[in-house]
């Protein structure tokens, strides 16, 4: 199925998102700095490697993650929840998206250079898209992972 043009601007747009992960009933939500790479249909993120959610995701891949404008412009506000499954990319497979995503936000490499930082591809599955009249628009890209809610 084809992404909804709200989803991609979104996608294109933004720069932060919220991650949530879990693992044995303990949920955790982190702000993260995301690139998005329309010709994989891959959401990159990165984080130091010793923390716990990349230890989450190493666990439990399955994540969900929050992407939201606030409108302007003459755009209405939006907000997105996207659900996937998360790979922390071991190190002799990171460069590419680690050069992706440190050539989208340059001023943020203290988050994504150095070898401590693990760098984490999302497979998104599937999507709710919600406007300010609480109309709600559901997107899936055809793929299931096993434990995506």
């Known amino acids: 199925m084809k992404m909804p043009p709200e989803?991609?601007?979104l996608l294109t747009k933004e720069r932060f998102?919220?991650?949530?992960?879990s693992h044995r009933d303990?949920?955790?939500v982190f702000l993260m700095v995301f690139t998005f790479l329309e010709e994989e249909g891959l959401?990159?993120?990165?984080?130091?490697?010793?923390?716990?959610?990349?230890?989450h995701m190493q666990n439990n891949?399955?994540?969900?993650?929050?992407?939201?404008?606030l409108g302007g412009d003459g755009e209405?506000?939006?907000?997105?929840?996207?659900?996937?499954?998360?790979?922390?990319?071991?190190?002799?497979?990171?460069?590419?998206?680690?050069e992706r995503h440190y050539r989208n936000h340059q001023?943020?490499?203290?988050?994504?250079?150095?070898?401590?930082?693990?760098v984490i591809a999302v497979r998104i599955h599937r999507a709710a898209l919600s406007d300010v009249e609480d109309s709600v628009q559901t997107w899936s890209s055809g793929e299931s992972a096993t434990g995506d809610t």
Do not use: N, W
Request: aromatic share 8%; charged share 20%; with cysteine.
């Open 61 to 69: 891949p399955a994540v969900s993650i929050l992407l939201y404008t």
């Open 26 to 28: 303990h949920p955790h």
């Open 107 to 118: 001023e943020m490499g203290q988050f994504i250079l150095g070898e401590q930082i693990a």
């Open 76 to 98: 209405p506000p939006l907000s997105c929840t996207l659900y996937g499954t998360a790979e922390v990319l071991h190190p002799d497979r990171d460069r590419y998206y680690r």
């Open 7 to 9: 989803l991609f601007k």
């Open 43 to 55: 959401i990159i993120l990165s984080s130091r490697a010793d923390t716990s959610k990349v230890r």
């Open 17 to 21: 998102c919220s991650l949530a992960t």
